[in-house]
């Protein structure tokens, strides 16, 4: 993982799509996300769904389950965690079209839940980083 100082972040395996030919939806389901708040050094714990087209290559499952575990922790704020994460698996997979929802549980009174997607396009950011 290139986006976090943390060196126990562990990379992510991938393996040849089966179907590359055809568009089809791989939905995931973590529900027992954890990592740390910045602020507090507390733990925050969230559901994460991903979802995602892919091209030619898919996210092997243990490799994302011990990938998302390595978060427990890495400190950071729920829209950076999950910013990232979106990041790290597109750079992973390169996937026709993915979204990560964030589901985060109450902290301090306040339900937050961060989305972020990848369209295949480039962004305006992207384009300027080159």
């Known amino acids: 993982m290139k986006n976090t100082k943390n060196k126990g972040i562990t990379e992510i395996e991938i393996f040849p799509n089966p179907f590359p030919e055809r568009d089809y939806t791989i ?7 954890t990592c740390l708040c910045p602020k ?7 559901t994460l ?7 030619k290559l898919c996210i092997e499952l243990k490799a994302l389950k011990i990938y998302l575990t390595s978060y427990r922790n890495e400190g950071g ?13 597109v750079a992973a997979c390169k996937p026709r079209k993915m979204k990560i929802v964030g589901d985060f549980n109450v902290r301090g009174g306040i339900h ?6 990848h369209s295949g396009k480039k962004t305006k950011a992207a384009k300027r980083k080159k």
Do not use: R, W
Not at 27 to 33: A, G, Q
Not at 40 to 46: E, M
Not at 49 to 55: A, E, Q
């Open 77 to 89: 704020f729920h829209e950076k965690v999950v910013n990232i994460i979106l990041d790290d698996l």
């Open 49 to 55: 769904h991903i979802s995602y087209i892919p091209d």
């Open 40 to 46: 507090t050094g507390q733990p925050d714990f969230a």
């Open 27 to 33: 939905d995931m389901e973590c529900p027992e996300f």
């Open 112 to 117: 937050t839940i961060v989305t972020v997607e």
